[in-house]
Nanobody, 133 residues
């Protein structure tokens, strides 16, 4: 399985911001579809943001819409997740994962159900985000 590395997590107060980064280890993201997953304490891992192959398509889970922004930079081979107005409910371990050769529907991030956790081609080890006073 391909390896990715996340960074940028930490402790932040409610209302604060963080920017997470996802960098592949030894390969180019190219046309991969990239998904950020969040695993809150005691809950299953779930997708919160997706960016399609060319970076034109994005999708967000309802609770993070208008607060989170996913982007990709080809020059640095990195995908970012900008998280604003954080709340305690955003606490969890954030993972990035990829589909190396996405289907047409995956290329445009049609729905998170298209990215089951056991079908992803690569994962990072996660970065912990804690939102607390």
């Amino acid at each position: 399985q391909l390896q990715l590395e996340e960074s940028g997590g930490g402790l932040v107060q409610p209302g604060g911001s963080l920017r997470l980064s996802c960098t592949p280890s030894g390969f180019a993201l190219d046309s991969s579809a990239v998904v950020w997953f969040r695993q809150a304490p005691g809950k299953a891992r779930a997708g919160v943001a997706c960016i399609g192959s060319r970076g034109r398509s994005t999708k967000y889970e309802d609770s993070v819409k208008d607060r989170f922004s996913i982007s990709r930079d080809s020059a640095s081979n990195t995908v970012y997740l900008q998280m604003n107005r954080l709340t305690p409910e955003d606490t969890g371990v954030y993972y990035c994962a990829i589909v190396r050769r996405p289907s047409p529907a995956q290329r445009i991030c049609h729905m998170f159900e298209l990215f089951p956790t056991d079908d992803m081609d690569g994962w990072g080890n996660g970065t912990l985000v804690t939102v607390s006073l």
